[in-house]
């Protein structure tokens, strides 16, 4: 089941980029001085990336949990 581990971690470890990404996103949205309907509509795109990355992790995780107690 070491496929399971691995393959979790290599999950776990891009859903973690993608929320690195997310902040980095909002970071930019922030210093880049629109109004605030280009802030809505730009943290709404980083609000649909992040729940995605959250998933990816989350998905990740179980799979890393999965691997250790079937393994």
């Known amino acids: 089941m070491a496929w399971a ?3 979790g971690t290599a999950l776990t470890v891009l859903g973690l980029a993608g929320l690195v990404w997310c902040i980095v ?3 930019r ?3 880049a001085g629109l109004s605030d309907e280009q802030i809505r509509a730009r943290m709404q ?3 649909a990336l992040n729940v995605g990355a959250l998933a990816v992790s989350a998905l990740g995780l179980m799979l890393v949990v999965f691997g ?3 393994g």
Do not use: E, H, S
């Open 5 to 7: 581990i691995w393959g």
């Open 25 to 27: 996103m909002a970071l």
């Open 29 to 31: 949205a922030r210093k």
């Open 45 to 47: 795109t980083v609000v």
């Open 68 to 70: 250790v107690v079937i």
